[in-house]
């Protein structure tokens, strides 16, 4: 039940109850991984359900294939969409020129794949992900598991020479087993602290061999709807220069919660 929220579930939530107002009838969307792009996933379901809304979805996991499909929102991939409207997405942390680091829930290459290829991305955040200067969070490289202890001592070398805080780097792991990506590749998260120059970072990782990509998203968001736990919306627009306020009541969306396991 809605009530029993945690702040940080009610802030996910408003911020995604309010992404999909920017989904129109017959819009092919790209949806997003993880626990707030869930929420934004049962919403979209829920108009197609209560008010006939046509839409195509492309997801950006197996995780959010399986959930939309299951809510009955109709599934395409994306070589059959070729271009989307909107992709709706979640992020680790997002800076004041909506640049993000992504990949906490190791969906980072489809994610970064689908938005690029959308006329616009949303991301939908509880306030507690903006920052002032990305990198608190660690940022993941997906690589190639060939090798993947020399693309790791060769990324740390590189770190020497970038505009960084830390420079630990981790495999990711699942129990006792690296963590695999839907691509089949390892996650490499690196302990940055502070990144004091993304762009050159994320052009720098990406040239070395065996990185796929990185978890930075930069000049790719386009809005930025920044969630609070007390059902207070911001609508952060890069491109408009605005910042629109809202607030969302919880009552009305019982619906949505009624067939919540956890
Ligand atoms: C998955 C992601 C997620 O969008 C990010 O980790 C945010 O997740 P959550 O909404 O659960 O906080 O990038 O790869």
């Known amino acids: 039940?809605?009530?029993?929220?945690?702040p940080i579930d009610k802030a996910k939530f408003v911020a995604a109850r309010k992404s999909v107002d920017y989904v129109?009838?017959?819009?092919?969307v790209g949806l997003g991984t993880g626990s707030t792009a869930a929420w934004m996933v049962r919403c979209l379901a829920e108009l197609v359900r209560e008010n006939g809304l046509r839409i195509?979805?492309?997801p950006t996991s197996t995780r959010t294939a399986e959930l939309a499909r299951e809510l009955g929102i109709d599934v395409i991939s994306l070589d059959e969409a070729k271009w989307l409207d909107l992709t709706i997405d979640g992020a680790d942390e997002f800076d004041g020129d909506l640049n993000l680091i992504k990949g906490g829930g190791g969906a980072l290459l489809q994610e970064k794949i689908v938005a690029t290829a959308s006329d616009q991305m949303i991301?939908?955040?509880?306030?507690?992900?903006?920052?002032?200067?990305?990198?608190?969070?660690?940022?993941?490289?997906?690589?190639?598991p060939f090798g993947w202890q020399t693309t790791q001592a060769l990324v740390e070398?590189?770190?020497?020479?970038?505009?960084?805080?830390?420079?630990?780097?981790?495999?990711?792991?699942?129990?006792?087993?690296?963590?695999?990506?839907?691509?089949?590749?390892?996650?490499?998260?690196?302990?940055?602290?502070?990144i004091g120059?993304?762009?050159?970072?994320?052009?720098?990782?990406?040239?070395m061999p065996g990185?796929?990509?990185?978890?930075?998203?930069?000049?790719?968001?386009?809005?930025?709807?920044?969630?609070?736990g007390n059902g207070k919306v911001e609508v952060r627009d890069i491109n408009e220069g605005t910042v629109e306020e809202s607030r969302l009541d919880f009552l009305e969306e019982e619906n949505l919660f009624s067939d919540l396991g956890e």
Request: charged share 25%; hydrophobic share 45%.
């Open 123 to 144: 991301v939908i955040a509880d306030v507690a992900k903006e920052v002032d200067t990305l990198g608190a969070f660690p940022l993941p490289l997906e690589v190639i």
């Open 56 to 58: 195509k979805g492309v």
């Open 24 to 28: 129109e009838d017959g819009m092919r």
């Open 197 to 207: 120059n993304a762009r050159q970072l994320a052009m720098a990782v990406n040239q």
């Open 1 to 6: 039940m809605p009530g029993e929220l945690s």
């Open 211 to 228: 990185v796929v990509e990185n978890g930075l998203f930069i000049d790719i968001c386009d809005v930025v709807i920044v969630g609070h």
């Open 157 to 194: 070398e590189m770190l020497i020479s970038l505009d960084v805080m830390g420079r630990e780097t981790s495999l990711r792991m699942n129990g006792d087993r690296p963590f695999i990506t839907d691509e089949g590749n390892y996650i490499i998260d690196l302990h940055l602290n502070r």
